[in-house]
């Protein structure tokens, strides 16, 4: 999943941005309000990790901002040393998703990242049945009958994305978003998503029957199920 660390303090940015990405997630960071917006703007993101105490202005803004934004999904995390009640509750009533006090262990971030995830698409648990597959979205595996799928970190990611946002028509671009990052660092015309999704299926196919991943034809792709 796609990360925005918003986040001046250097050190702690770069520290859960190494944290993450050995988790699996595409990172990406701004240090200032300005930055962040820009971002904000041209990508969509699965999380934003968001400080409130920017050196151009209030992660509070950001928030409002980005709320005020139609058809976005993004997942805000307030991560701040801003301890007081009163900050945690208007972050709540402003729309974040959650909110962690700094110092603040990775461990229980993640796991507020997960829990944030499970909420949004209405999963018990972390694992999501698939016609016989079985995703865990902590572990990041796919199963079937026990027996690990080999797949790569991309062919993961595309396949856990689409499996969340199940019986919806995910374009190409949004996929890009989602897996890889910026879209601004990527030619358009490039078809390496599709090249990534072929062989995603390639592997899957060996497993189980798949007419269910469907390509949408000049659009993107969709899971039905």
């Known amino acids: 999943m796609n990360v925005l660390i918003v986040e001046d303090e250097k050190g702690l940015a770069l520290e859960v941005d190494e944290f993450l990405s050995h988790e699996g997630f595409t990172v990406e960071h701004a240090r200032t309000k300005k930055s962040a917006s820009e971002k904000i703007f041209v990508n969509n993101y699965d999380f934003i990790l968001l400080d409130l105490g920017l050196p151009d202005g209030d992660g509070f803004d950001l928030l409002k901002m980005l709320k005020g934004m139609a058809e976005r999904e993004d997942a805000v995390i307030i991560l701040t040393a801003r301890g007081a009640v009163d900050d945690r509750v208007s972050g ?3 729309g ?4 962690l006090a700094k110092p603040f262990s990775l461990n229980e971030l993640l796991a507020r990242m997960h ?3 499970r909420r949004k698409h209405r999963l018990e648990s972390n694992d999501i049945n698939v016609k016989g597959l079985k995703i865990n979205i902590q572990n990041r595996t796919v199963t079937y009958n026990e027996e690990r799928i080999a797949l790569t970190k991309k062919e993961f990611e595309i396949f856990n994305y689409l499996v969340l ?3 919806r028509v995910i374009s190409r671009t949004n996929l890009t978003e989602h897996v890889w990052g910026d ?6 015309d490039s078809n390496f998503v599709d090249v990534h999704v072929k062989n995603l299926r390639k592997k899957l196919s060996a497993y189980i029957p798949i007419d269910w991943f469907e390509t949408v034809r000049s659009i993107g792709y969709r899971i039905n199920i």
Request: glycine fraction near 0%; charged fraction near 25%; charge should be negative.
């Open 92 to 94: 709540l009533e402003q």
């Open 96 to 99: 974040a998703d959650d909110y």
């Open 115 to 117: 829990a944030i995830t």
């Open 165 to 167: 946002n199940k019986n």
């Open 183 to 188: 879209v601004l660092e990527i030619n358009s």
